[in-house]
Structures are given as C-alpha cells and as structure tokens.
C-alpha cells in the first residue's frame, strides 16, 4: 500500500492515470487501494478532488479500452488454438458468448465491484464482438461509479477537512 501511496505522491495524476490502465488490463495493481489512497491524498490537500476522478475515470477507461481492442483483436483465435487446455470447448465458448450478448453491458458496469471480473469483462466484450458504442457507454458509466464511490470513501475516511 505504501508503494501505491508514493507512486501517486512523486507522479501525481500521470502515476493515477498508468496504474489503472496497467491496474485494468491485468497486471497486479490493486486498483481499489489506489482508488482510495486518491481520496485520500484529496482529502488532505495534495490532490484537487475532480481533476482526481476526471483522470482515474479516463484511466480506467483507457485500461478498458485496451482489453477490449486485445479481446476484439486476438480473443478468438487465441481460445480456438488454447482453449482445449483449459477445458473451453467451442460449444462452451459459443455458450459464453451468447450470455455475454444478453448479459455483457450490465457485466461490464457491475464487473468494476468484483476484482478478476472487471479484466475478464473487457476482454469478453472485445471477444464477443460488443459493439464498440455500447461498451464505451456501459464501460464509462461503470468506471465513473467505481471511481468515484472508491476516492469518495478514501475522501470521507481520510485526513480532517478544513
């Protein structure tokens, strides 16, 4: 945690803003944490609340939007050549995407709450063929939330307010 905090404290909104596109594509970044270290850094002074969810908002998305591309691009033939390993059958994959077409934009705004399956969604919209306007719209309204309910609780939690 303390990592996080002094990545945000030297970089300021550019260390914000690469934490959660890398946090959101999949690597290990713990994006909850970072979200209300943000709030918390706002509540004291050091960082200026707005410009703080306008940047993770465009953060997350970016992150987002960079799943989505890789899952569009190389999702299908990536699972028909490897799926076999880990049990993917082409009926399962076609099953997997036909929940996805009925279920995948409310995935994608409740998917930010559950870590593991907001990265799986990005990837799955890309798979399954989202259209991209959909995904922005549903992606963005689920970033905004997120971001701003986890700086919101590290704003409220954090230091005394003047």
């Known amino acids: 945690m303390a990592f996080i905090q ?6 300021g909104y550019i260390g914000i803003f690469l934490c959660l596109v890398l946090g959101i594509i999949g690597l290990p970044v713990p994006d909850e944490v970072l979200m209300t ?3 918390y850094l706002s509540s004291i002074g050091l960082l200026y609340f ?4 306008v940047i993770s908002v465009l ?3 970016s992150g987002m939007l960079c799943s989505y591309a890789l899952g569009r691009k190389f999702g299908k033939p990536l699972l028909w050549k490897y799926g076999k390993w880990v049990r993917l059958t082409n009926k399962r994959i076609e099953k997997t995407e036909s929940w996805f077409e009925r279920y995948g934009p409310w995935a994608i705004c409740l998917g930010y709450y559950i870590p593991g399956l907001r990265h799986l ?5 890309g798979i399954s ?3 991209p306007r959909k995904y922005i719209l549903y992606s963005g309204l689920g ?6 309910i986890f700086i919101s609780i590290g704003y409220f939690l954090g230091g005394p307010k003047t």
């Open 6 to 11: 002094d990545i945000v404290i030297q970089y």
């Open 59 to 61: 953060g997350a998305m």
């Open 50 to 53: 707005p410009v703080a969810l």
């Open 129 to 131: 063929g989202m259209n």
């Open 143 to 148: 970033a905004l939330c997120w971001c701003a």
């Open 37 to 39: 270290i943000v709030g």
């Open 121 to 125: 969604t990005c990837y799955l919209a």
